[in-house]
């Protein structure tokens, strides 16, 4: 449940606050009470007396954070709105696209709100994007003019780097032109924005448009990442794991990549099954009965990793005891299969044991992929959506 908050503003003419906005400044917030009211300081400061501004700030914390930004806000020349989210569905990022659809300017920028992204360029980023006829612009502290001064210690500057590094690798086209995609600073035109096609988790909300809604052009600014004025970076291990989910769900959006990702982590389920089977025999049992339980180790462990990586966000479509029958059997099935499927193409299609196997495999690969999809992860069909379609 998301509960909503405007403060008063004070009475300004039409001219210096129009309707809508110019710019909506989005700020997704969690325990940052000792910095809300320095943040709304600094805006105050740097952007109303060059842009009409909006605040919208959308706040998952556990502290007094909602309360001090009312009370903060009845100084600001400016509106500034407080959307309390019960349950923080996405984690900062979707409290990012929340802000989004609140928003009431054309243009919206999203910063932190520890007071690392200086409100000082809001502005520059707005008009830089107007110039350019740009739909994203980025604050990057890799080009000319930037920095990552305000990153605390060694071990954050590695992991920034590592991450930015990692993400550019597997985006190169979606990421081309945008030297910091690790960047929680950054102006986009509102109508640049697929809100539908979002699946925000963690808090690289900017990777998740880059890659899912790639706006028609992108621009960058030079920023300085500043430190923290209070309270400690909520960059954790928890976090770390989250943005490597991100980036696997990303990756995998594609048909064509979940088939490669589903072929990788079959192979992987050669090792088990192997393994299996040798202990199995040395045991004294038969190679048949041997083969047909260790299959059933490979079979578990790809189960086990298509589970946390490849369809994680599907499984609430079905109970995990239905998922997983469904996929025992077809994974089974595959065995079933493949050697009359071998025979036909020898004694029918005059191919050699060799090239016949090469040719079963790739036929019953591609069907266990679809039927994993289609009858395992995809959402039920309910009564009423079949009736809709009789």
């Known amino acids: 449940m998301t509960h909503e908050y405007t403060a008063p503003v004070p009475d300004l003419t039409t001219s210096e606050v129009p309707e809508p906005a110019a710019v909506t400044i989005v700020v997704p917030t969690y ?21 009409p501004c909006e605040v919208v700030f959308v706040d998952d914390s556990t502290d007094d954070t909602p309360q001090v930004i009312r009370d903060a806000a009845k100084d600001c020349p400016f509106p500034v709105t407080v ?13 990012v696209v929340e802000g989004m659809k609140a928003a009431g300017s054309d243009w919206i920028v999203v910063m932190d709100g520890d007071c690392q992204h200086p409100p000082s360029l809001v502005p520059e980023l707005v008009a830089t994007g107007q110039r350019a006829n740009a739909g994203l612009v980025v604050a990057s502290r890799y080009i000319k003019g930037g920095s990552r001064a305000g990153l605390a210690g060694s071990y954050r500057v590695a992991v920034s780097r590592g991450a930015t590094w990692l993400t550019k690798s597997l985006f190169p086209r979606r990421l081309h ?9 950054f102006a986009i035109r509102r109508s640049d924005i697929t809100a539908e096609v979002l699946q925000p988790l ?22 300085v990442f500043q430190e923290r004025f209070a309270g400690e970076s909520k960059s954790t291990a928890v976090e770390g794991r989250r943005f490597l989910r ?15 990702v ?3 982590i079959g192979l992987t389920g050669f090792v088990p099954n192997l393994v299996a089977l040798w202990a ?27 589970e946390k990586v490849l369809f994680r966000d599907r499984r609430r479509h079905r109970h995990w005891a239905d998922r997983t029958v469904r996929f025992a059997l077809l994974a089974n099935a595959d065995l079933v299969l493949r050697i009359p499927l071998i025979a036909l193409l020898v004694t029918h299609f005059g191919l050699s044991a060799l090239p016949a196997t090469a040719l079963a495999l790739v036929i019953t690969f591609v069907l266990r992929f679809v039927g994993t999809e289609a009858l395992v992860y995809l959402p039920r069909r309910t009564r009423r959506n079949r009736s809709r379609t009789a």
Not at 177 to 185: Q, T, V
Not at 202 to 221: D, F, H, M, Q
């Open 31 to 51: 325990n940052e009470s000792a910095n809300v009211r320095e943040l709304l300081h600094q805006i105050t400061e740097s952007v109303p007396g060059r842009l």
């Open 177 to 185: 032109g945008i030297s910091d995609p690790m960047s929680g600073f």
């Open 246 to 260: 991100h980036l696997a769900g990303l990756r995998t959006a594609t048909p064509l990549a979940r088939m490669v």
């Open 280 to 306: 199995l025999t040395h045991l004294g049992l038969h190679y048949l009965p041997a083969e047909i339980v260790a299959n059933q180790f490979g079979v578990a462990w790809n189960f086990y990793l298509i």
């Open 83 to 95: 959307l309390h989210r019960d349950e923080p569905v996405g984690g900062l990022g979707g409290a």
């Open 202 to 223: 963690g808090y690289k909300i900017l990777l998740e448009l880059a890659v899912r809604s790639r706006p028609r052009a992108v621009t960058e600014v030079p920023f």
């Open 262 to 264: 589903f072929g990788l």
